[in-house]
């Protein structure tokens, strides 16, 4: 049996979800990973938008204005790729692989 850690109710080692407040429990790579991307979802919106746009703008007007959305996006999905979901993966790869974590 394992302990919810957040209310302290004893959960089955085959559930992933506790009974009582619901607390997920998480113990696969891409489980982490997901969680991890989650976490740091926010801040990346927060810190890429601007820039994001300000290089999709600054291109798009030397290449000519139909393209600066198209490329303003794929500099955001770049952006998000290297500040993200990378630096998720490789945490999730190095200290939470195989380990047990529980989220609510
Ligand atoms: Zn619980």
């Known amino acids: 049996m394992a302990e ?17 407040c619901g607390a997920e429990k998480v113990d ?10 989650k976490k740091n979802q926010h801040a990346a919106i927060r810190i890429l938008a601007i820039p994001g746009l300000l290089v999709g703008a600054l291109v ?10 198209f490329i303003g996006g794929i500099a955001f ?8 979901a990378l630096p998720s993966f490789l945490r999730t790869l190095i200290f939470e692989r195989n380990k047990t974590y529980w989220y609510r």
């Not at 919810?4 to 009582?20: D, G, L, W, Y």
């Not at 696969?28 to 991307?37: A, C, I, K, S, V």
């Not at 290449?63 to 959305?69: K, P, R």
């Not at 999905?77 to 993200?84: K, Q």
């Open 28 to 37: 696969t790579f891409w489980g982490n990973f997901n969680h991890n991307l």
């Open 77 to 84: 999905v770049f952006g998000f790729a290297a500040t993200v």
């Open 60 to 69: 798009g007007v030397s290449v000519g204005t139909n393209t600066t959305a």
């Open 4 to 20: 919810c850690p957040f209310c302290r109710t004893e959960v089955h080692n085959e559930a992933t979800i506790c009974k009582s």
